[in-house]
């Protein structure tokens, strides 16, 4: 990995992931088809002291099936629907109208689609 900044968000993810027991290590069967994996690296604007190594970006990570390589492919959609603006404005409505109601923001730091 040509920058640590990534290898380093690799072991916070696998770290993360072996905190909650997310996989199990196991051999398998002899005649199986194994799907590879890759890892996908993106970088993010820093926000106040979440880079533990003050590069002032965030390097961020995921663990991707190549999906190429799946022949059901077309059987499961591959896309990831994500929140409308038109959701997230009625969303602000209702809980303007509702005083029981707190809007607050969350960073889910492992998601699984």
């Known amino acids: 990995m040509a920058d640590a900044r990534f290898h380093g968000a690799v072991q ?4 993360r992931w072996a ?3 997310v996989f199990e290590l196991v051999r398998g069967p002899s005649n ?6 890759r890892w996908v690296f993106t970088e993010k604007p ?3 002291g979440q880079d ?5 970006r ?3 990570e995921r663990l991707v099936f190549r999906g190429f390589l ?4 077309g059987v499961v959609p591959s896309d990831s629907p994500t929140l409308g603006r038109s959701s997230l404005r009625l969303g602000m409505f209702l809980a ?5 109601w707190r809007v607050e923001k969350i960073d889910v730091k492992t998601a699984f689609l």
């Open 12 to 15: 916070r993810g696998l770290k």
């Open 19 to 21: 905190d909650i027991e």
């Open 32 to 37: 199986a088809k194994v799907l590879s994996t």
């Open 46 to 48: 820093e926000e106040s």
């Open 52 to 56: 533990p190594l003050g590069y002032g």
């Open 58 to 60: 965030l390097a961020k």
């Open 70 to 73: 799946d022949p059901g492919k």
């Open 96 to 100: 303007a109208q509702r005083t029981s």
